[in-house]
């Protein structure tokens, strides 16, 4: 287990504005016993939800073919037959996994290939399970064409407290099957958009691991 590299400068800073904290209640305060002590317990209970939010554990790259992983932390919200209007532009089965800000928020991508397609959106940061997040809120849209012709759309999007969506791939770039592409802070949502014909592998509610959990087979 790792701290990504999203975390490391916030926690860094972090610690020092928190031992500067404890430092001058010390300084201003001596002798409040319960005071103090309250103070460093809470100081570091929220170092440590800051920490873990930023934890990255190591996943294997695959050379599944025809398999399509989960490309993060979560639980399923959305299992659905849709129509993708902005590159597609036709119907396809949508997955989508929602991160509370106790997953882990690496992204990785569900099959190797190429990034035919990347565009970021700006929006706004309704809540990530709402309906009109998959359009409405800040997001990207990143399309993967593998070996064989396939392709699958996903889109990150950003939620109610995730306000900064990260990204490392552009048109063109290669991706590995679950190799890293992407990040999101504090909260968010990721969909897949699948052939017609893909058979969906999970269930609605059901938690997932990035890189880590099947969610459909490709015919």
């Given amino acids: 287990m790792s701290i990504h590299r999203e975390g490391r400068s916030l926690l860094f800073w972090l610690l020092i504005i928190l031992s500067a904290g404890n430092y001058a209640l010390y300084y201003y305060f001596p002798g409040q016993e319960v005071l103090l002590n309250l103070a460093l317990i809470i100081s570091l209970g929220f170092y440590l939800i800051v920490l873990q939010f930023f934890r990255n554990p190591f996943v294997p790259v695959r050379q599944d ?101 990260k990204w490392y791939v552009a048109d063109g770039s290669p991706l590995q099957q679950c190799g890293e592409f992407g990040f999101i802070k504090f909260g968010s949502r990721v969909d897949v958009f699948l052939p017609l014909d893909a058979e969906v592998l999970i269930s609605m509610d059901q938690k997932t691991k990035g890189g880590k959990t099947p969610i459909a087979r490709l015919k």
Avoid: C
Avoid at 80 to 87: F, G, I, L, M, W
Avoid at 113 to 127: A, M, N, R, W
Avoid at 130 to 157: D, Y
């Fill in 65 to 165: 073919d025809g398999m399509i992983y989960a490309p993060a932390d979560g639980k399923v919200v959305v299992i659905e037959e849709t129509v993708e209007d902005e590159y597609l532009k036709e119907k396809r089965k949508q997955i989508s996994i929602f991160m509370s800000p106790f997953n882990v928020h690496v992204n990785r991508s569900p099959m190797a290939g190429i990034v035919e397609y990347f565009k970021y959106h700006p929006g706004k940061y309704l809540v990530a399970w709402h309906p009109k997040s998959s359009f409405e809120n800040e997001r990207t849209t990143m399309v993967i064409k593998n070996a064989e012709g396939t392709k699958i759309l996903v889109r990150q999007i950003a939620g109610a407290l995730a306000r900064r969506i």
